[in-house]
């Protein structure tokens, strides 16, 4: 059973800085994504991250401003948000995934098999 806990959410202002962090318990899985979720709106995929080689891949709509990495030795994954838009604003949740096999599968919900409880970002003035 892997554990995801999600930090570092917060009230930031448009064009502002966060940086999200994604503590994992183990390492065994072969992805981890970040979506999010606004008020009203289905839950999206935003970026996601393969242990194997740290290959990623991003969203159309946050592309050029935020950043996933993964830090081996503690066993968590970063979200570095730039210039952040209101837009921009939810729940944002860690996930991860044991296998996924095909590349447009790797924004579907149903892929991941482990999910944090997320963490609250606002962005507004």
């Known amino acids: 059973q892997v554990q995801l806990v999600e930090s570092g959410g917060g009230l930031v202002q448009p064009g502002g800085s966060l940086r999200l962090s994604c503590a994992a318990s183990?390492?065994?899985?072969?992805?981890y994504a970040w979506f999010r979720q606004a008020p009203g709106k289905e839950r999206e995929g935003v970026s996601v991250i393969r242990r194997v080689d740290d290959v990623t891949v991003y969203a159309d709509s946050v592309k050029g401003r935020i950043t996933i990495s993964r830090d081996k030795a503690n066993n968590t994954v970063y979200l570095q948000m730039n210039s952040l838009k209101p837009e921009d604003s939810g729940v944002y949740y860690c996930a991860a995934a044991k296998v996924i096999y095909y590349e447009r599968k790797f924004f579907s919900l149903d892929e991941y098999d482990y999910w944090g409880r997320g963490t609250q970002v606002s962005v507004a003035s």
């Open positions: 183990i390492d065994t899985v072969q992805y």
